[in-house]
């Protein structure tokens, strides 16, 4: 069973993505938390948007798709499940016309906490094809990698003093090492745990097609709820007395 931060800050690591396709990784959803997705149609045309999401072993998630939206209309999507457990999705929106650029398309996250819900947003974020990543665990707290492309990649998690190239083939960095298969849409979701070393590394195969996203402590945008609402019925006949 995977652990999740009761608070999610976002950092963003990529560029933007292109104009017809959007990413949103680590988009949370379990008890008392969902994800939302707001799709805007700017454009005087009708759109349509594939939405495809993923849970955290690269499963597809049943979702309403293609999204059918009027012109001038707003559509919000909310990813939730009845579960006994937090977890992680990710999505890809693609425009199939190319006026996609008057559609706008946020991602956002909510937690439910007593007469409170906060708000956390997500950005669009590019795959990349990089092969190395790390962090220090004085940082972040976890790291969200996902294979965002079609065929599995291999991924060697380690723990090193000084990151470099190949810092996981390091006779140190032996003890710590765990080499994963991620399958296509599969996320790593890795805690950053301190050890002895510095920072964790992880190295991917040849060619990857990834977005790497690493959480940490923070508050986001909150709204209260009163809890002393009085509801009053007035000129109400008894259904008893006739």
Not at 31 to 46: A, E, F, M, T, Y
Not at 134 to 163: H, M
Not at 203 to 218: H, M, N, Q, Y
């Amino acid at each position: 069973m995977m652990k999740h931060l009761p608070l999610l800050l976002w950092f963003a690591l990529q560029a933007p993505a292109a104009d017809r396709v959007w990413y949103f990784p680590a988009l949370p959803y379990g008890p008392d938390r969902w994800s939302l997705l707001k799709i805007v149609n700017n454009d005087r045309q009708p759109q349509d948007v594939k939405l495809d999401v993923f849970d955290e072993q690269g499963a597809p998630i049943a979702i309403e798709s293609p999204v059918h939206l009027k012109a001038g209309e707003t559509r919000e999507i909310r990813i939730e499940k009845d579960s006994k457990r937090s977890e992680f999705c990710w999505a890809r929106l693609e425009a199939a016309k190319k006026g996609a650029s008057k559609l706008t398309v946020e991602a956002a996250t909510e937690r439910l906490m007593g007469n409170v819900i906060e708000r956390f947003t997500r950005r669009n974020e590019e795959p990349s094809t990089r092969q190395s990543w790390y962090t220090s665990p004085g940082e972040f707290q976890f790291i969200y990698l996902v294979n965002v492309d079609d065929k599995p990649l291999k991924a060697t998690v380690c723990w090193a003093e000084r990151p470099s190239k190949n810092s996981c083939d390091e006779p140190a960095a032996a003890a710590g090492r765990n080499r994963v298969t991620l399958q296509a849409k599969q996320t790593l979701y890795a805690r950053l745990s301190k050890k002895q070393f510095a920072y964790m590394v992880v190295e991917l195969s040849k060619d990857p097609r990834v977005i790497a996203t690493f959480l940490g402590p923070g508050q986001g945008e909150r709204r209260e709820f009163s809890t002393n609402t009085t509801l009053s019925f007035d000129n109400v006949e008894d259904p008893e007395r006739h």
